[in-house]
């Protein structure tokens, strides 16, 4: 829960006219959280695009970008999340083989 309060405290976390449309927070929370990360995908992809010319390609929670982006990539999504989130995600970068299967 450290890592993440809003799983403590849902209720302090969703939208009140959220809430007041479809009841429960807590029962809430898991699809509102999906809706958030993929918001804030797409607006990192976006920004990536047109501020910084990468493209970017998503795959189930995560992106994939040139290794040469991997710092702005972060940084982006980081800001993507605070701003809508208003928390910090933890990020982990996973490195595949590049072109030609180097590593």
Avoid: N, Q, Y
């Avoid at 992106?63 to 809508?84: K, T």
């Amino acid at each position: 829960m450290a890592h993440c309060p809003v799983l403590a405290m849902p209720a302090t976390f969703m939208p009140a006219a959220l809430v007041g449309a479809f009841g429960d927070a807590v029962r809430l929370l898991v699809l509102h959280l999906m809706w958030l990360e993929a918001e804030a995908r797409t607006d990192a992809m976006r920004e990536l695009r047109e501020a910084h010319g990468v493209l970017a390609l998503p795959v189930h929670d995560s992106l994939i970008v040139p290794r040469s982006a991997e710092a702005i990539a972060r940084s982006v999504m980081v800001d993507a999340f605070e701003r809508l989130a208003r928390f910090t995600p933890v990020l982990a970068v996973k490195r595949g083989a590049g072109p030609g299967g180097g590593g």
